[in-house]
């Protein structure tokens, strides 16, 4: 070619000088923006000898390259990069390859042609046909990834190399079978084309090129003899009703697409899912509205393109800015370079989904030659980001900063995107204690050394966690958190449905509140837990069963994020569920729990607290069933009438539920806060105890003998224990406490007193103090008693 001339600036291109090319490295992937940026501003038309290029780096020349295709022809956008070697050539030529670029490398009045052909296989009518086919390999890639037992995988290898080869096959017509024998030839014709190798390299890739020509004439003279409803036999028709293109053209055009339509978009896929999930706050953007992904793709494609860089030749002496282009030379236009031009794109090198003109880029070139499978492109990653947000939103990249990219002039892809989920670990971190996993925002156990977070844990989990940090004889569990309940209700695609059918909704049209429940949580239990939250739960009820010799029944128990608050309580409102035996009941019923968040009584509490709906969430205790002999709460104060010098404490035979039911009564005893002495009790009518059957493995009713009945269900030791607990408890928090607790028959006496919960005493302590001197004091028992043990069982499991 001619020797690169003068240009008209006061700036002249400094030919072999190193370090005239400002960093820039042709082939290097890795990190070129930052060599990009000073190509920008230093030289932004600069001859590199090493590629026999001029590299244009700013937006409006390359735009303006582009657009003026009578002077910059495409026609060595596919010529390669390196010249081919003499063994590659006579491989090449003894295999008959002639293939020719489809549309990229051809100029009007050729390219108008065939793009017109080609084009009639893009229609909306073939992309609606091609979405749920699309969704449903997505769906099928993303199972098979999560199965891994390792809990790793590569997003590239496991979804992005799949999905759009499979697509691209399907368009085609080719076999979908063979998808990793056309990436074994799409590598090599991208490593042909525009990569950097040695004679001795080109060599294997020359007969993988050779068989790829081959197939795309087979795929062809197929067509002629079978039809099908493929782009191949809509052109092989087209042809045959008089329109002009030869088999020839055809197979070229399937060798063009069945590379670009799968290889770009692989990158674009991996690209996206790389970057939203290094951007964690815009990922969580898009789970909260699904409909902002269109904009976030156009983002992707313009901070990291698929193809940073494409070659156009000058055809006569020109001007690229106020740079002197000599006919004869090849131009390599950066549109990676383009993409962040600070003259164009406000604060380009930070990644925003919510950019106005995103869209403005050039990933995909501009003008006559503009990508003819653009929309295809983002349709399948439009639709992937979609399915991994409902099914695997906990991925996380294993090291985002060690991400590499392939050595190539045109293509930056990364060599692979390595994630990782639900790796469980005792504290919810990886194996080197450092490093927050996936499964540590979904599952807390009790006894995790992490500290409990309200908004994660909801009011009565993270009283169990604090209470067991603190050395309390808490039964172990562990708990699921809001933010599993969030992704269920996103994955579900519910949340707008919830959202509507508040809206306006009147407390005091109690029949309307009482439809609305039953809708929201009918739509809550009827949709299945997905597969990766599914396994975290079982994995962890799998934990759990491990501490023990035999397998144990669990209670499943609602946590809400705005129950037991100091100035507000939910008690009752939400859902327990007792004696639960093997994991599918446990998953079952933790829909149940979550679903309880929308009882008619929690509807009406809200509504008219006006607490709103927004930001409520529920996380859910799982926890080893306590076979209780006696159980009870006790109250920091005497709840007659707030006096905080006592300790009333409220006691019957097994589980709650004949309380609650109001079908017996449980002993009444207030004690003396300082020396533990009981200053009155009443014995309450004990006829019946709920106790855990061994046959059925349920709760069954049961009589109590006319003996144990005028009892005290407590000894003084067993009464005086429940009483410290309930100090300590109140000393824990620093303030009056409503405690559950438990004696459990299958540890010896005193080991047996288990605490179920503390929260705070909400009645007395909402009260200014001089309301509390004037306050009449009533003989009525307390408002609140065992409900607490047992609130779900308003509405007992069937046995």
Not at 89 to 96: A, F
Not at 129 to 140: G, K
Not at 454 to 459: I, R, S, V
């Amino acid at each position: 070619m001619s020797a690169p001339t003068q240009k008209t600036t006061d700036t002249v291109s400094t030919g072999g000088c190193p370090v005239a090319h400002h960093g820039y490295e042709p082939f290097d992937m890795n990190d070129p923006f930052s060599a990009y940026a000073r190509l920008r501003s230093a030289e932004p038309v600069m001859f590199d000898e090493r590629i026999d290029c001029w590299v244009v780096t700013r937006y409006e020349d390359i735009k303006a390259v582009f657009d003026n295709w009578e002077v910059f022809s495409s026609e060595n956008a596919q010529a390669p990069v390196r010249e081919r070697g003499p063994q590659a050539k006579q491989i090449m030529n003894d295999g008959g390859f002639t293939a020719y670029s489809g549309l990229s490398a051809r100029r009007p009045p050729e390219h108008t042609r065939i793009r017109k052909a080609t084009s009639k296989a893009f229609t909306p009518r073939r992309y609606k046909a091609l979405e749920p086919f699309v969704r449903a390999n997505v769906d099928q890639q993303l199972r098979a990834l999560l199965a891994h037992e390792d809990r790793r995988g590569d997003l590239l290898r496991d979804l992005a190399y799949d999905v759009p080869t499979v697509t691209i096959l399907t368009l085609i017509g080719a076999d979908t079978s063979q998808v990793d024998q056309y990436k074994r030839w799409s590598d090599s014709r991208a490593a042909m084309t525009w990569g950097n190798l040695s004679d001795e390299q080109q060599i294997p890739h020359a007969h993988n090129l050779v068989e790829y020509w081959q197939e795309c004439r087979r795929l062809v003279a197929h067509a002629h003899e079978h039809g099908g409803d493929n782009l191949v036999a809509d052109l092989v028709r087209a042809q045959q009703e008089g329109t002009e293109i030869t088999d020839h053209e055809i197979a070229s055009v399937c060798y063009s697409l069945l590379f670009a339509g799968h290889e770009t978009t692989t990158t674009l896929i991996s690209n996206t899912l790389r970057l939203l999930l290094a951007h964690r706050e815009q990922w969580a953007a898009l789970r909260e509205d699904p409909k902002k992904i269109p904009k976030a793709v156009e983002e992707v494609l313009r901070f990291s393109p698929s193809i940073v860089a494409w070659r156009r030749k000058a055809l006569e002496d020109t001007m690229i800015g106020e740079t002197a282009i000599p006919a004869g030379a090849n131009v390599l236009l950066v549109m990676g370079s383009a993409n962040r031009d600070e003259s164009y794109f406000a604060d380009p090198e930070t990644f925003d989904i919510t950019r106005d003109n995103a869209r403005e880029h050039l990933a995909f070139g501009f003008g006559l030659h503009y990508c003819l499978g653009n929309m295809l492109a983002k349709l399948q990653t439009r639709v992937v980001v979609e399915e991994v947000l409902k099914t695997a939103p906990f991925l996380e990249l294993v090291d985002p900063d060690a991400i590499t990219f392939g050595e190539n002039l045109s293509f930056r892809a990364p060599t692979s995107v390595p994630v990782r989920w639900d790796a469980l670990g005792e504290s919810g971190a990886d194996t080197d204690g450092t490093t927050e996993t996936a499964s540590a925002r979904y599952i807390q156990f009790f006894d995790s050394p992490r500290e409990p977070q309200h908004d994660q844990l909801g009011g009565k989990c993270a009283s169990l966690v604090s209470l067991t940090a603190a050395g309390m004889p808490v039964p172990p569990g562990f708990a699921l958190t809001t933010t599993l309940y969030d992704d269920f209700i996103a994955t579900a695609g519910i949340a707008d449905e919830i959202r509507e059918l508040l809206a306006g909704l009147d407390p005091e049209d109690v029949t309307r509140v009482d439809d609305i429940s039953i809708r929201i949580r009918d739509a809550i239990t009827s949709r299945p837990v997905p597969e990766p939250l599914r396994r975290l739960t079982i994995d962890a009820y799998e934990r759990l069963q491990s501490r023990f010799e035999h397998p144990v029944p669990v209670a499943v128990r609602s946590s809400a994020t705005a129950e037991d608050l100091p100035d507000a309580s939910f008690a009752g409102q939400q859902d327990t569920y007792l004696w639960l035996n093997g994991v599918d009941e446990v998953l079952e019923h933790i829909r149940h729990c979550w679903a309880s968040l929308y009882t008619s009584r929690a509807i009406t509490y809200r509504l008219k607290n006006n607490i709103p709906d927004a930001g409520l969430s529920m996380a859910v205790a799982v926890q080893k069933m306590v076979s209780a002999r006696v159980a009870g709460v006790a109250m920091t104060m005497d709840p007659t009438n707030g006096d905080r010098s006592k300790i009333t404490v409220d006691a019957s035979y097994g589980v709650g539920e004949m309380v609650v039911s109001g079908q017996v009564t449980p002993d009444n005893i207030v004690l003396d806060k300082v020396m533990l002495t009981v200053v009155s009790e009443t014995i309450g009518d004990k006829h019946a105890e709920l106790v855990p059957d061994p046959v059925s493995h349920r709760l069954v009713e049961r009589e109590v003998d006319a003996d144990r009945r005028a009892c005290r269900s407590l000894s003084d030791e067993e009464l005086k224990a429940v009483a410290a607990i309930a100090k300590r408890a109140e000393k824990h928090y620093g303030c009056p406490q409503d405690i559950e607790w438990a004696l459990d028959a299958d540890l010896p006496d005193g080991e047996n007193l288990l605490l179920l919960q503390s929260r705070p005493e909400t009645v007395w302590s909402a009260k200014p103090a001089q309301d509390k001197a004037t306050e009449t004091t009533k003989p009525a028992r307390r408002s609140f008693d065992m409900s607490s043990i047992s609130r779900a069982m308003t509405k007992p499991r069937s046995a």
